[in-house]
C-alpha cells in the first residue's frame, strides 16, 4: 500500500514538473462552496413500515477542494465535504411505534445528526468558453463516514418508558460525478456553481437500550445506498 501511494506521488509530481515545462497554462485551482444536500431514494423515505426508510431530509453541505490543472483542460484534484441532513417522517415513527406497543400515546425526540464526512479524489476537465467562463467536469471516488441519527422513544403506558436506538456510524467508499460553471472575476478570483451526484453504501450496525419486545420494529442493519445531490455555490483562488 506504502509502496503503490509513493509510486502515485512520483508519477503525479513528475507529470506536474512535465506540464510546467511544456505547458505555461499549468496551475493550481483551490475553492470553498456551500450550498443544499438533497437526498434522494430510499435514504429520504420516512415511512416506519418500510425498513428500508433513511428518514434524511434536505441538509446542507459544505467542501473545500484542490485542483492542479496540468494544462488548461485536464486537472487531478481532491475534495474534503461534510453534508448534514435533516428529519424526515418523525410522526410516521412515533405513530408506528405507539401502534405496535399499543400504548395511547408516545413521543419520540431525536439524537444527533445524520451527517456525512468525505475524502474524495479524482480527474478533472474543463472546457473554456472564452477567457473568463469555463465549465468543469469531475468525477471522484474515495472514502465517506456517515452518522446515522438515533431516537429516544417515550412510552405513556411502560414503566420503563423509554426505549433509545442509538447512534451509528460506518464508512464504506463513496463516488461522486458533477458539473459546474466558474467565472474568473480577475486573475486571482473567481466564483462558481456546482451541481454533484453523491453515493455510498455504509452498513450500519445499530444498537438498542431498554429494547421492550413486542413494543415496536428493531433493526440490527442498516444498508442502503446514502445517496441525492449537492447544489453549491463557492468562491475559486487561482495560483
Known sequence: ???????????????????????????FVLSLNGGIASPM?????????????????????????????????????????YSQFGHKGLQSLSDGYKEDSGTD???????????????LAGPYYSFQLGSNFSIDLRVLGGYVNTNLSGFDVYYEDYTDNVMTQKESSAGAFGFQAGAGIRYNVTRKIGVQANVDYF????????????????????LTTYNESVAGFNTTIGVVLNF
Do not use: C, W
Not at 199 to 216: A, C, H, L, M, Q
Open 105 to 119: 400515546s408516545t413521543t419520540l425526540l431525536t439524537k444527533g445528526n445524520t451527517r456525512s464526512l468525505s475524502f
Open 1 to 27: 500500500m506504502k509502496k503503490a501511494l509513493l509510486t502515485f506521488l512520483i508519477i503525479l509530481v513528475s507529470l506536474a514538473i512535465y506540464a510546467q515545462k511544456k505547458d505555461s497554462s499549468a496551475h
Open 41 to 81: 431514494g430510499n435514504f429520504s423515505k420516512g415511512d416506519y413500515s418500510d425498513e428500508r426508510s433513511g428518514f434524511a431530509q434536505t441538509g446542507f453541505h459544505y467542501n473545500i477542494s484542490g485542483v492542479y490543472y496540468l494544462n488548461k483542460s485536464f486537472g487531478i484534484g481532491a475534495l474534503v465535504g
Open 199 to 218: 453515493t455510498s453504501k455504509p452498513r450500519f450496525d445499530i444498537s438498542y437500550e431498554n429494547f421492550v419486545v413486542n413494543s415496536g420494529r428493531k
